[in-house]
């Protein structure tokens, strides 16, 4: 859980950097008519076209590019920001990473854990 100065201080600096970590992005179920709606497409198109099975095979994920980012990363940016999926949108206040974004970096170096 990352520490209340950190929450209120965090502003995504727009690197990108989220984007290329390996793993999966997992959707939901609202994010999937969202997403379609924003690419013109149906909600099964979008499905065809954009996603695969989740490894634990209870959901849906987005594709990955050959380098592992995620498909809708071009150079430092979303394309498909406005629309992005849930686990998107609550990082990092619903879930976070160790390290790797720099701006959690930065913060977790001005505000160490009890104890560092």
């Not at 634990?56 to 994920?61: G, I």
């Not at 206040?93 to 854990?113: H, K, N, Q």
Request: with cysteine; net charge negative; proline share 5%.
């Amino acid at each position: 859980m990352l520490k209340k100065e950190i929450h209120e201080r965090f502003q995504c600096s727009g690197c990108g950097e989220c984007c290329r970590w390996t793993g999966s992005v997992l959707l939901t179920e609202a994010d999937l008519p969202r997403m379609a709606a924003w690419l013109g497409m149906s909600v099964q198109d979008f499905i065809d076209a954009h996603t695969r099975l989740a490894p634990n095979r209870r959901q849906l994920a987005l594709l990955d590019q050959a380098d592992g980012s995620c498909a809708f990363l071009a150079g430092d940016r979303c394309t498909i920001y406005e629309a992005r999926p849930e686990q998107c949108r609550t990082f990092p206040f619903a879930w976070s990473v160790t390290f790797g974004c720099p701006e959690l970096d930065r913060l977790r170096a001005a505000f160490p854990a009890d104890g560092e």
